[in-house]
């Protein structure tokens, strides 16, 4: 069945770190739970939500930012950044997952009109950023891994203690 909820992190908290970011003002902004997020280049380390097609993902809104910004005193709002090994992402899609046509696959990410992330199995090839790893039939979700050359932070490596 096809489906549209938040996307969410559902395996590999390890690899990810919670940071906190100053919402970039702008177009791509504010973002809702579920958004994917980039981090801008430069002094300031804004986070915006990603643009369609996103050629670089830092991580993932667990939080709106428009009520986040008011829990700190500073106005940073925490994100999660995605590292690249064993981060699996949960997403809707507005098609119904089939094992054998979809999971090995590669996809592109669209966000619907209510702002949720979703797979796009009509993206293929150049335009797509995840890697479909799973299924789950009753729910819709489909399970991905995002690229690593399109994770702007692939090479995070998350210290234990």
Same mark, same amino acid.
């Given at each position: ?31 809702? %739970? ?33 009520? *986040? ?5 500073? @106005? ?9 090994? @064993? ?5 809707? &899609? ?17 966000? *619907? ?7 796009? %199995? ?5 335009? &797509? ?9 009753? &729910? ?17 490596? %998350?210290?234990?203690?």
């Amino acid at each position: 069945m096809a489906s549209l909820f938040p996307a969410y992190l559902a395996q590999g908290h390890d690899n990810t770190l919670v940071q906190e970011f100053v919402p970039a003002q702008g177009a791509n902004e504010p973002f809702i %739970v579920g958004d994917f997020v980039v981090v801008t280049t430069g002094e300031s380390s804004e986070a915006e939500r990603c643009g369609a097609d996103p050629v670089l993902i830092a991580g993932l809104s667990e939080v709106s930012s428009e009520a *986040a910004r008011l829990l700190t005193p500073n @106005g940073r709002v925490p994100l999660r950044i995605l590292g690249g090994s @064993g981060v699996i992402i949960g997403l809707s &899609s507005a098609t119904t997952p089939v094992y054998a046509t979809h999971v090995g696959n590669s996809y592109g990410i669209t966000r *619907a009109a209510g702002g949720q992330w979703q797979l796009d %199995v009509a993206k293929t090839t150049t335009s &797509s950023r995840v890697k479909v790893v799973g299924i789950d039939i009753p &729910s819709g979700t489909f399970f991905v891994q995002i690229h690593q050359n399109v994770l702007q932070f692939a090479d995070l490596t %998350v210290a234990t203690a």
